[in-house]
């Protein structure tokens, strides 16, 4: 059992940056892939940013490409999603997700999830 909570969202305006981080609880956080899902308004979630169990390899969706980074700190059963140029098509709830392997993570099947953080970016 793992349980998520995000933290760091908030307003911003556009071309600014955000780290958002998520803290994990259980004992079995270092064997899971964890990942940054987002909604927006309207819209069905979306895969934003994932990476393996040990952080050696990433994924990220094609429109944060160069802007987004993630990494983890599994001596802290954290996560963390570095922000940078935030655009107002950012703006949704991030949620925090942890699932046994990286893609599926990237598939958003199973596993975690939080319950999400205000990410707003304003033009």
């Known amino acids: 059992q793992v349980q998520l909570v995000e933290s760091g969202g908030g307003l911003v305006q556009a071309g600014g940056s955000l780290r958002l981080s998520c803290a994990a609880s259980?004992?079995?956080?270092?064997?899971?892939?964890m990942g940054w899902f987002r909604q927006a308004v309207g819209k069905e979630r979306e895969f934003v940013a994932g990476i393996s169990w040990r952080g050696g390899s990433t994924d990220y969706a094609d429109s944060v490409k160069g802007r987004f980074t993630i990494s983890r700190d599994n001596a802290k059963n954290m996560v963390y999603l570095q922000m940078n140029s935030l655009k107002p098509e950012d703006t949704a709830v991030y949620y925090c997700v942890a699932a046994p392997f990286l893609l599926t993570v990237v598939a958003g099947t199973g596993g975690y999830w939080g319950q999400g953080t205000q990410v707003t970016v304003s033009s």
């Open positions: 259980g004992r079995t956080f270092s064997s899971y892939a």
